[in-house]
């Protein structure tokens, strides 16, 4: 069996009119801050941050995403204004609800009882939901100009989260690998 493993996160996107929006900003910060590291992947919400998982096991996990996205009701998100974590990241501020919380809660335990999967950071410390437009390559000093910017900047979405979306990494950048459907219509 050919044990190739990729590294994988599973996330909610954003509708397209808001990710259009979150790109402006991250073409922003990659035009007047040098950091374009956001830009390596489709603005999301992460749910499971990257874990690695063997390719030819994919469709197994795939499976599991969508019998667990099947039992979920769409849920309703607001983003709104920015916040950031000092001193390297800012984003775009998800408002907490407790059906994301739940969601979020739900899926940890589904992908560790099923899969094996663990986010072992991610249970000593609280869910911050957040959209990136800045990290990693986000300098001290550009932070500390950049964040007056946007500390006060006015942001309002609202949208229905309906799917989880599976990402994989190409060595580059992040990719949609697949999308699973929330169960609808109840």
Known sequence: ???SKSRFFIALLPPQHIQDYANEIKQHFADNYASKHAQKSPPHITLQPPFEWVNDDL???????LE???QQQPLSMT???FAAFVPRVIYINVVRSAELLSLQCDLMLHLEANLEIIDKVGKNRPFAPHLTV????????NFKAAWPE???RQL???FT??????????GRRWNIQSEFAFLSGK
């Open 150 to 152: 946007f500390e006060h």
């Open 156 to 158: 309002h979405f609202e």
């Open 68 to 70: 667990f996205a099947q």
């Open 161 to 170: 989260a309906d799917k989880l979306t599976l990402l994989i990494h190409d």
């Open 1 to 3: 069996m050919n044990s």
């Open 134 to 141: 800045a990290f990693r390559d986000l300098t001290k000093q």
């Open 59 to 65: 469709s197994r996990m795939e499976a599991s995403l």
């Open 79 to 81: 983003l709104s204004g």
